[in-house]
């Protein structure tokens, strides 16, 4: 896998702190997304809570909500290669074979290997530190290495 990508040159890995910026860039993002979405449906749900009524469903609505976006977002801009985050610090997605973009379907997976990697004491997203081609995880699950852009 490794070969196809180096023939024509060597790949121009991101460093931990580029990638770590760029998840925190899409984490506050994300999180402006959440904050009004609380805003606008929590008046709804404090209002069902005071007039007695049944607002579990409504705050669970909101949480799903949320993870829909959450996978939406992740999915089409790595599906693209890069998120806002990663576009701000000039990085982005390349497939093992060098293939860019990585398409929706890598996309959803990488997405999915996010959550795994963030499982177990982070140590998906710590596996960046110690594999020699900075992949954690999620890029292995989905098969894509974050480059310089």
């Not at 999915?75 to 990585?102: A, H, S």
């Not at 140590?123 to 900075?134: F, R």
Request: aromatic letters at 14%; proline letters at 1%.
């Amino acid at each position: 896998m490794d070969e196809a990508v180096s023939q024509g040159g060597e790949k121009d890995l991101a460093g931990v702190g580029q990638r770590l910026a760029s998840y925190l860039v899409d984490a506050v993002v994300l999180s402006i997304i959440y904050i009004a979405l609380i805003f606008l449906f929590g008046v709804q749900i404090e209002e069902e809570a005071i007039a007695g009524g049944d607002f579990s469903t409504a705050f669970s609505a909101v949480y799903i909500l949320m993870a829909a976006i959450a996978i939406g977002y992740y999915t089409y801009f790595f599906g693209n290669g890069q998120t806002p985050g990663m576009k701000l610090v000039e990085i982005k997605l390349i497939r093992v074979d060098g293939v860019e973009p990585v398409g929706y379907k890598k996309g959803f997976f990488r997405w999915v290997g996010m959550e795994i990697s963030g499982m177990i004491f982070l140590l998906g997203y710590l596996w960046i530190l110690i594999d020699k081609n900075k992949q954690g995880w999620h890029d292995k699950i989905a098969g894509t290495y974050v480059v310089k852009a």
